[in-house]
T-cell receptor
Framework: TQLLEQSPQFLSIQEGENLTVYCNSS?????LQWYRQEPGEGPVLLVT?????EVKKLKRLTFQFGDARKDSSLHITAAQPGDTGLYLC????????FGQGTELSVKP | GAVVSQHPSWVICKSGTSVKIECRSL??????MFWYRQFPKQSLMLMAT?????????EQGVEKDKFLINHASLTLSTLTVTSAHPEDSSFYIC??????????FGPGTRLTVT
């Protein structure tokens, strides 16, 4: 059974700080996705990584897929209060397996 | 991507009644849709995979007679919670699979059973 372990589960930081969220598995994934979800809304797709070692940037967010395609990370530079939300990694073909999520709070 | 809507956005029903939730793919012909359940501060839990024109595939532990799924067209899937109980109260989210890898989610439906 494929599992995705996400860490940390909770993160509270001050505006301007940097942070990294990790998504790890013992299984190889053909791709991994990162989503952001705000309270009372559905998840919004941020990025899909497919190639081992791939790095993608979305403004202040940097996503990396591990060389072995078993892990991924999300790095946010100079976090803003608007970055607050639940970040979810997910992987799989067809059906998605989700990590436990990281609840990020950025305080002004 | 795909734009996905859900209706209603929230619903309150009495214990023992049934509730239908609609999921519409507004700009993509969706042969496959997915239904998830989410509890507060938790991740998404896949309930079932909805396939257009055929029976849904339910995840282990999900009662198919309680959570009825119908996917009669490429733009609409419905989830009916039958004989709802308070423990069925949750946030239900659908998604559209646009490729092998990606899914696009609806805004979710908050169900409260009293």
């Amino acid at each position: 059974t494929q599992l995705l372990e996400q860490s940390p589960q909770f993160l509270s930081i001050q505006e301007g700080e940097n942070l990294t969220v990790y998504c790890n598995s013992s299984s190889v994934f053909s791709s991994l996705q990162w989503y952001r979800q705000e309270p009372g809304e559905g998840p919004v797709l941020l990025v899909t990584v497919v190639t081992g070692g791939e790095v993608k940037k979305l403004k202040r967010l940097t996503f990396q897929f591990g060389d072995a395609r078993k892990d991924s990370s999300l790095h946010i530079t100079a976090a803003q209060p608007g970055d607050t939300g639940l970040y979810l990694c997910a992987g799989g073909t067809g059906k998605l397996i989700f990590g436990q999520g990281t609840e990020l709070s950025v305080k002004p | 991507g795909a734009v996905v809507s859900q209706h209603p956005s929230w619903v309150i029903c009495k214990s023992g009644t049934s509730v239908k939730i609609e999921c519409r793919s507004l700009d993509f012909q969706a042969t496959t849709m997915f239904w998830y359940r989410q509890f507060p501060k938790q991740s998404l839990m896949l309930m079932a995979t909805s396939n257009e024109g055929s029976k849904a595939t339910y995840e282990q532990g999900v009662e198919k007679d309680k959570f009825l799924i119908n996917h009669a067209s490429l733009t609409l899937s419905t989830l009916t919670v039958t004989s709802a109980h308070p423990e069925d109260s949750s946030f239900y989210i659908c998604s559209v699979g646009t490729s092998r890898y990606e899914q696009y989610f609806g805004p979710g439906t908050r169900l409260t059973v009293t």
